[in-house]
Every structure is written in C-alpha cells, then in structure tokens.
C-alpha cells in the first residue's frame, strides 16, 4: 500500500515539471527575467497572444481552452516560478512543433515566426512573475 502511495505522489510529481528530454540551451541577458519593464511588456504580450488559452476566465480565456488535451496550463502555480527559462523560450518559440507536444496533439502555435527573442523573453520574464499569485 506504502509504495502505491508513492508511486501515486511520484507520477504526480513528474505531471508538474517540464518533460524530460532535451531542448536548446538558452540565457537571456543577465537581469532580464527580473526586470520589471520586461515583466510588464511580457505581460502585454501575454494578454495580447496566450490569454485566450493560458488566461484566466477574467483575462478572456476562451472556454474551448478547458478541453485541450494535453491542457493549456495558466501559469499561476508556483512550479513556474522555476521552471528553466530555456525551456519556456524553447516551448513558446517551437509550440506544438516539437515532441512530446506534437504526439500528444497539441494545439499551441509556433511564436518563434512572429515574436522576436527579445519578445519571447520578456514573455518568459512575465510567466516567472506570474506563478504563484
């Protein structure tokens, strides 16, 4: 029964973080992530492109959005607070175009054609700022 439990609260666990696998190494410049003009311009952006699916009910999130498998996740749990940076750049940048993504039928576009890095930054700066409220 004890190693259920824990095989439960593992999976679980594992449900939270970013997939295992590999994706680019990438750095913003040094402070950028903690700037809070770049939080705000992140914010923007985030209300203009990724509220619809990422959003809140009061942010405009479309109610198809509560029916995404794999979910579109809303970014208010504190887990991304430190979730690796590269990692967001990477999954904003590529969207549903890379895998595990485009096997689990996801729908999020590529950004990476439409948003320059600086931008796709300042969305990552404005997703660290966001979990945990």
């Known amino acids: 029964m004890r190693w259920a439990i824990i095989c439960i609260l593992l999976a ?7 997939p295992s696998g590999s994706w680019p190494e990438r ?3 040094a402070g950028f992530l903690l700037s809070s003009d770049n939080r ?3 914010n923007a952006l985030f209300q203009e ?9 009061e942010e405009g999130r479309n109610p198809r959005a509560e029916f995404f498998q794999p979910p579109a996740p809303d970014f208010l749990s504190p887990h991304y607070r430190t979730v ?3 990692y967001l750049f990477w999954r904003i ?8 993504y485009l096997s689990q039928g996801s729908v999020m576009p590529a950004w990476g054609p439409y948003l320059s890095d600086e931008q796709i930054w300042q969305l990552v700066a404005y997703l660290h700022s966001r979990a945990g409220r």
């Open 27 to 29: 750095q913003p410049p």
């Open 49 to 57: 492109h990724c509220a619809r699916c990422h959003g809140t009910a």
């Open 93 to 100: 940048s590529q969207g549903k175009n890379v895998e595990p």
């Open 84 to 86: 690796d940076p590269a």
């Open 12 to 18: 679980l666990a594992s449900a939270c973080r970013e």
């Open 40 to 42: 705000a311009a992140g």
